[in-house]
């Protein structure tokens, strides 16, 4: 199957530092992508939507200028968590929709812990 | 109240057990409906998706829709400690941008 991959899979920042995850669909091209965040034991969260060639989209709530996203190419997205703090340590997850087949892949994750 | 409702669990079961995980959603305009596993620590991997009312099967799993009732299953049969992880339901609708809405998931364990 198709597949989408996160990198890096696990980063430790500092809290103030900003910190920058990458989304790529690896076989399939993705005008738009998703981006998630988790708590533990909770469901996803969406937290925009990455478009290609355009601004993202964020849902309610979400801060624009503290996860800034880019969607460079067709095969990258990326979330950047600007000024890091303790309480933005989370899952993050990314997710792309096959342009052809009704399913959506999803990344493996970064977990992001700020200390 | 929530679009989509999902029993959280943990649901524990013993090897072997036919397993069933439910949804109900409020979103009448919902039309396709997936059902995602997600191992700790792990993304979630699509399990299966339909759009119709009724039973799509895939081995050991079959997805149940009923559209009137606006409720979602999922069985599995002859379940195996590697089932155990958080199923999540997810729903979309033609127009909706791709946009999926999830449940909350549930937490499953088969225990040998």
């Known amino acids: 199957g198709a597949v989408v991959s996160q990198h890096p899979s696990r980063v430790i920042c500092k809290s103030g530092t900003s910190v920058k995850i990458e989304c790529r669909s690896l076989?399939?091209?993705?005008?738009?992508m998703f981006w998630y965040r988790q708590f533990p034991k909770q469901s996803l969260m969406l937290m925009a939507t990455?478009?290609?060639?355009?601004?993202?989209?964020?849902e309610q709530g979400v801060e624009k200028d503290k996860f800034l996203i880019n969607h460079a190419s067709l095969t990258l997205s990326t979330l950047t968590v600007t000024s890091a703090h303790p309480e933005d340590s989370s899952f993050y997850i990314c997710?792309?929709?096959?342009?052809?087949?009704?399913?959506?892949?999803f990344g493996p994750g970064t977990r992001l812990t700020v200390t | 109240q929530k679009e989509v409702e999902q029993d959280p669990g943990p649901l524990s079961v013993p090897e072997g057990a036919i397993v069933s995980l439910n949804c109900t959603y409020s979103n009448s305009a919902f039309q396709y409906f997936m059902w995602y596993r997600q191992y700790s620590r792990k993304g979630p991997e699509l399990l299966m998706y339909?759009?119709?009312?009724g039973n799509k099967e895939d081995g050991r799993f079959t997805a149940q829709v009923d559209k009137s009732s606006k409720y979602i299953s999922l069985f599995i049969r002859d379940s195996q400690p590697s089932d155990s992880a958080t199923y999540l339901c997810a729903m979309t609708f033609t127009g909706g941008g791709n946009k999926l809405t999830f449940g909350t998931g549930t937490q499953l364990k088969v225990e040998l």
């Open positions: 339909t759009y119709s009312s």
């Open positions: 997710s792309a929709p096959h342009p052809t087949v009704f399913e959506q892949y």
């Open positions: 076989d399939f091209q993705a005008t738009t």
């Open positions: 990455s478009n290609e060639g355009s601004k993202a989209t964020y």
